[in-house]
Every structure is written in C-alpha cells, then in structure tokens.
C-alpha cells in the first residue's frame, strides 16, 4: 500500500470538516465536523507510523494522545453549548455575537 | 507503482472499500439535513477510520476509537442534540445560505494538501503491514519515554471532568441554595 492514498483520504476527510465548521449554523453540528478533523489527523499518524516504523511507536502513541484530548474538548464543548443554549434559548452559532463590537 | 499492480494487490481492495465508506459518510456528515443521521454518519466514518488503522496494523489504537468515540462521545453527542433540541427531522436552516465560499476554501485545502503529499512521499509504501504492533510496547512507550504527556493528558481530563460539571450545572439562587439546605 502507498502512502499517499491514505494522506489523500486524510486530506479529503480534513477538507470535508473544515466545510463543515465553515458552512453549519448548529454548534453541536460545527463539533461533529471538528470530530471529522481529528479523525483526519489520527489517520495521518498512523500511516506515517507504518511508512517510518519507529522503534516507540511514536505515531500510534500520539494518536492515543489525541483521540483522549478529543474527548476531553467534546466533554467541554458540548457543556458550553448546553450553557449557552440555556441561557439564550439557542445552539445556533449565529446568535453568539455578544462579544461583537 | 501503476494502476494495475496497485490493484492486483488483495489489501488495496479492502483499503477501496473503507476510503468510500469513509469519504461517503464525511460527506454526509457535514451536508445532512438531519441531526441525528449526521451523528450516525459520524459513526461510520469512525468505524471505517478503525478499519484503516487494521490495515495498517494499529490494532490497539483501533480498538481505542472503537471504544472512545464510537462507545462515548457519539453517545454525548446525541445528548447534547436531544438536549439543545436541535430540530429533529429535516431542517432546511441547518446550514448557512452562503455555502459557495466554504466549498471554495476546502476544495483549494484539499489540493494543496495532496499536491503537498503527492510531491513529498510518491511511490513510498508503508511497512509492515500484517505484522501486529506490539500492544506491550505502546504500554511501556506510555509509562516510559511519553509518561510526562501521559500524566499531562490524565490531568487534562480531570480537569475536563471537574470543568464540564462546573459548567454545565445548573446554577442555583442563593434563596434556592438555602432552601435545598433545610430540605
């Protein structure tokens, strides 16, 4: 297998969640695409794991690493949504403007 | 390599049918109408995901995903839609009307990424494919030469447990709090 074909996949999988966070008015929406992106990166490791082969298993470790700090930022992601919604009836990305001058 | 000997080989067949499982449910993930079906969708673009990382034996990091994101986090994902009361069923006004800018962005990231990979690592082929990585030696990678981001990410996530809590809670009056008191 070469390893292109998985860093185009990546890359594809990565655009599609960039046009996702760009293009979706929900949050929970605009976290499903930022999942989407991690996902990408993950493969990305792991097929430059397989092409070096190093001693650690660099690659799969750090990918370890990511996969627990995407569920950490989902766990607060998603109670910040929940926060925002309850407070101004809202999850649409559209309304947070408080900060806007 | 060309076409037809990177067909020949069994392992690309299988590595064809999890690249379209995956792009078709990334796909659906970020243009579904519907909420939940592009929760669902996520789930197969993961699985499939795991299925790559078979292939390229990381077992252990596969059966990782397997556990986290498709056993929790899509399970706190539906939560938070059922809770934010995203509307279920289609909804015309989940996307925003402009969405011509945003293909344009991730069409032009999408080939400057692979013009990149294309130029860097043409004709590399991974190794060792079928031999299974160690599990033992991600183990001692973990608690040997990685153990201080081992205990950073572990403190992260009781800080990320302690946080969500915090904040997701729902905040009390102090006559509410004084009431619960007595109660």
């Known amino acids: 297998m070469l390893v292109n074909q998985f860093l185009i996949l990546a890359a594809l999988l990565f655009s599609l969640g960039v046009y996702g966070v760009l293009v979706r008015r929900n949050a929970v929406m605009v976290l499903l695409a930022i999942e989407l992106m991690l996902n990408a990166v993950n493969i990305n490791l792991i097929a430059f794991e397989s092409l070096l082969q190093t001693e650690l298993a660099v690659g799969q470790v750090f990918s370890i690493f990511v996969i627990t700090v995407a569920a950490a930022e989902v766990g607060i992601g998603l109670a910040i949504v929940l926060m925002i919604f309850r407070n101004r009836r809202s999850a649409n990305v559209d309304d947070f403007n408080l900060m806007r001058l | 390599m060309n076409l037809g000997e990177w067909i020949s080989q069994p392992v690309n067949w299988v590595f064809a049918l999890l690249a379209l499982a995956s792009a078709y449910s990334g796909v659906r ?60 069923g289609r909804d015309i006004d989940l996307d ?88």
């Open chain 2, 96 to 183: 925003h009307k402009r969405r011509a800018p945003a293909a344009i962005v991730s069409a032009v990231l999408f080939a400057v990424l692979s013009w990149a990979s294309i130029r860097a690592f043409t004709g590399r082929e991974v190794g060792g494919v079928g031999d299974a990585t160690d599990t033992g030696l991600i183990g001692e990678a973990l608690l040997g030469r990685f153990v201080v981001p081992f205990e950073v990410v572990s403190f992260l996530l009781l800080a990320a447990l302690i946080g969500g809590i915090t904040i997701a809670r729902k905040d009390l009056s102090p006559a509410e709090e004084e009431a619960r008191e007595t109660v």
């Open chain 2, 29 to 88: 993930v970020v243009t579904s109408q519907n909420v939940i079906r592009a929760a669902l969708f996520l789930v197969g673009a993961l699985a499939s995901a795991a299925g790559l990382f078979l292939l390229l034996s990381a077992e252990f990091v596969a059966l990782t995903l397997v556990l986290i994101y498709i056993g929790a986090v899509i399970v706190l994902f539906l939560f938070g839609i059922m809770i934010t009361r995203a509307p279920l």
